[in-house]
């Protein structure tokens, strides 16, 4: 994994308690950057918005590509929301020394990626839409304490929410934005709001 960081030259690192970037951390940085085409055929950092407390892969579907979901935890100042997207690169042919690029994707913010092969536009590699994009998103109505995908049917998304309650979510469905709508809520049988993370679907 790389080293915990912070934006500085289009790279993080992290900050001193002056603000500027730690020396030592900036060289492990730019080491593990250096090295990382030994270690990976192909990685993809997401800078999003608000931190996630949970994400999975959905399964995999015939006919559709690979899928994660995204649950992300707010301060309050903006409504909790999980996020579906879908992974739209293969993997380079070749992987030079410094192959990093850069995109600015819609809905999920700055992407960097290692060793991806992305449709351009043009004939310019950092053009394209990016490695990754956004298939859903939809309002939770607290921090998604944990998400949990349906093996047998990926487009059914079961999430735990900070009061106790089991959401179930079709992500394919259509919903109003920032109107927090699941399909289906299972609450604790004795009515009280119970904090957790566990959540398991049935064999």
């Not at 994400?55 to 995204?70: G, V, Y």
């Amino acid at each position: 994994v790389a080293p915990a960081m912070a934006p500085e030259n289009g790279v993080h690192v992290g900050e001193a308690d002056d603000g500027l970037p730690d020396e030592a951390q900036v060289e492990d940085l730019m080491t593990w950057r250096t090295n990382a085409h030994l270690l990976y055929d192909l990685f993809i950092r997401c800078d999003l918005e608000w931190p996630a407390l949970s994400t999975a892969w959905l399964p995999d579907e015939a006919d559709e590509p690979c899928r994660l979901a995204i649950g992300l935890h707010t301060d309050g100042s903006a409504p909790a929301e999980v996020i579906v997207a879908e992974l739209c690169c293969g993997t380079a042919d070749t992987v030079v020394q410094d192959d990093w690029r850069q995109w600015h994707v819609p809905g999920l913010g700055q992407v960097e990626s290692l060793g991806c092969d992305v449709a351009s536009d043009g004939g310019d590699a950092d053009a394209g839409a990016g490695p990754l994009r956004e298939l859903a998103r939809f309002a939770h109505p607290t921090e998604v304490n944990r998400l949990l995908p349906c093996p047998r049917r990926g487009q059914l998304l079961a999430t735990k929410t900070a009061n106790g309650s089991v959401l179930l979510f079709d992500y394919k469905a259509p919903r109003s934005p920032g109107v927090v709508a699941p399909d289906a809520e299972l609450k604790p049988s004795n009515g009280s709001n119970a904090d957790g993370f566990a959540l398991d679907w049935s064999a």
